[in-house]
T-cell receptor
């Protein structure tokens, strides 16, 4: 059974720091892995999708890596800003399961000015 | 020009009532999903439809009945609401089961059972 774990559960950093959020999954049979951002009281915004054949994806200050064999992904945020404060969710799309996403419990990030 | 829209945004009701949540997407996607986010913020799949056909039913009580009148709409009807149904319900969509495309989420419906 696929399980997704995110560490740490919460993180507080001063503005300007580079930071790494971690995601691990137990079954490497996945089509892709997605990172989402959730602001309080809002829905999920897709940040990056890494296909199983890819090693990393970049979008602006965000870089996500995927090591399928070890069941790990990281989300690197460069030069963090207070506007980056949100909950970051990692989700995997397992093989032959109709496209459903299995989520981790998220990392709540606070960037202090 | 909202991509995935849900109504209502908030729903407060008494235990035992029946309620519906509506979802519409204007992205032209074939697949739609319902997820439940509990009080600990954990998101879990409930249902998925592809071109109006049910493809995922994830061990959800049969008090929950999804309906897809067309591929742009996926509604969720809940009978005999219980306290444990209090949660945020998210609708999402993706092209063709989203194997390599991101899922797009609505803003959620916050359901509170009194």
């Amino acid at each position: 059974k696929q399980e997704v774990t995110q560490i740490p559960a919460a993180l507080s950093v001063p503005e300007g720091e580079n930071l790494v959020l971690n995601c691990s999954f137990t079954d490497s049979a996945i089509y892709n892995l997605q990172w989402f951002r959730q602001d309080p009281g809002k829905g999920l915004t897709s940040l990056l999708l890494i296909q199983s054949s890819q090693r990393e994806q970049t979008s602006g200050r965000l870089n996500a890596s995927l090591d399928k064999s070890s069941g790990r992904s990281t989300l690197y945020i460069a030069a963090s800003q207070p506007g980056d404060s949100a909950t970051y969710l990692c989700a995997v799309n397992p093989y032959n399961q109709g496209g459903k996403l299995i989520f981790g419990q998220g990392t709540e990030l606070s960037v202090k000015p | 020009d909202t991509a995935v829209s849900q109504t209502p945004k908030y729903l407060v009701t008494q235990m035992g009532n029946d309620k519906s949540i509506k979802c519409e997407q204007n992205l032209g996607h074939d697949t739609m999903y319902w997820y439940k986010q509990d009080s600990k913020k954990f998101l879990k799949i409930m249902f998925s439809y592809n071109n109006k056909e049910l493809i995922i039913n994830e061990t959800v009580p049969n008090r929950f009945s999804p309906k897809s009148p067309d591929k742009a709409h996926l509604n969720l009807h809940i009978n005999s609401l219980e306290l444990g149904d209090s949660a945020v319900y998210f609708c999402a969509s993706s092209p063709s089961r989203g194997w390599n495309q991101p899922q797009h989420f609505g803003d959620g419906t916050r359901l509170s059972i009194l």
